[in-house]
T-cell receptor
Framework: GENVEQHPSTLSVQEGDSAVIKCTYS??????FPWYKQELGKRPQLIID?????GEKKDQRIAVTLNKTAKHFSLHITETQPEDSAVYFC???????????FGRGTSLIVHP | EAGVAQSPRYKIIEKRQSVAFWCNPI?????LYWYQQILGQGPKLLIQ????????DSQLPKDRFSAERLKGVDSTLKIQPAKLEDSAVYLC???????????????FGPGTRLLVL
């Protein structure tokens, strides 16, 4: 089955800095890679996703890049703000089975 | 558009007791998922339904966990008997369930926080 590794487990940055979270996956057939933000005690919420037919996607301060050859994808947050503090999860899945596998999460702390 | 609804929000039981969780997906969503999220970990898929049929339940501990989705709308997840290690947040999610090459966006409910003493 699919295996998703996520790093780092904790990331501490100063307000205004950039943050990068990386994930690797094992199944080359995976073709959908969403990122979720989960604030303490709340539900995971989709913040951005990328499909295997594109290499990069951007939405305001958030971007995701995908390297299919190396089987890794990354979340980039620029100009971080204290409200970006949360746990971020990456996931990978493929069409047909639609069974998503999540990473273990990255706790992002943005210091004001 | 109303989101995914779950109840109860919190549940405290003793080990060996039974518990049931309820989920109402977004209207019209054919695919429904149950996840277990243990503290400090990512969600782990327990079971996936497409309408009222099971797509995957390979990670569901079938000796104690059961789930059903009668009529292809609401779903219930049951644990009987509960163990200490079942303490977790149980998340329900839904997606449109359209056939296609790519996965679809999942929308999560608020979760049910279970504590087994």
């Amino acid at each position: 089955g699919e295996n998703v590794e996520q790093h780092p487990s904790t990331l501490s940055v100063q307000e205004g800095d950039s943050a990068v979270i990386k994930c690797t996956y094992s199944d080359s057939a995976s073709n959908y890679f969403p990122w979720y933000k989960q604030e303490l005690g709340k539900r995971p919420q989709l913040i951005i996703d990328i499909r295997s037919n594109v290499g990069e996607k951007k939405d305001q301060r958030i971007a995701v890049t995908l390297n299919k050859t190396a089987k890794h994808f990354s979340l980039h947050i620029t100009e971080t703000q204290p409200e970006d503090s949360a746990v971020y999860f990456c996931a990978a899945s493929k069409g047909g089975s639609y069974i998503p596998t999540f990473g273990r999460g990255t706790s992002l702390i943005v210091h004001p | 558009e109303a989101g995914v609804a779950q109840s109860p929000r919190y549940k405290i039981i003793e080990k060996r007791q039974s518990v049931a969780f309820w989920c109402n997906p977004i209207s019209g969503h054919a695919t429904l998922y149950w996840y277990q999220q243990i503290l400090g970990q990512g969600p782990k898929l327990l079971i996936q339904f497409q309408n009222n049929g099971v797509v995957d339940d390979s990670q569901l501990p079938k000796d104690r966990f059961s789930a059903e989705r009668l009529k292809g709308v609401d779903s219930t997840l049951k644990i009987q008997p509960a163990k200490l290690e079942d303490s977790a947040v149980y998340l329900c999610a839904s997606s449109p369930g359209l056939a296609g090459l790519f996965q679809e966006t999942q929308y999560f409910g608020p979760g049910t926080r279970l504590l087994v003493l």
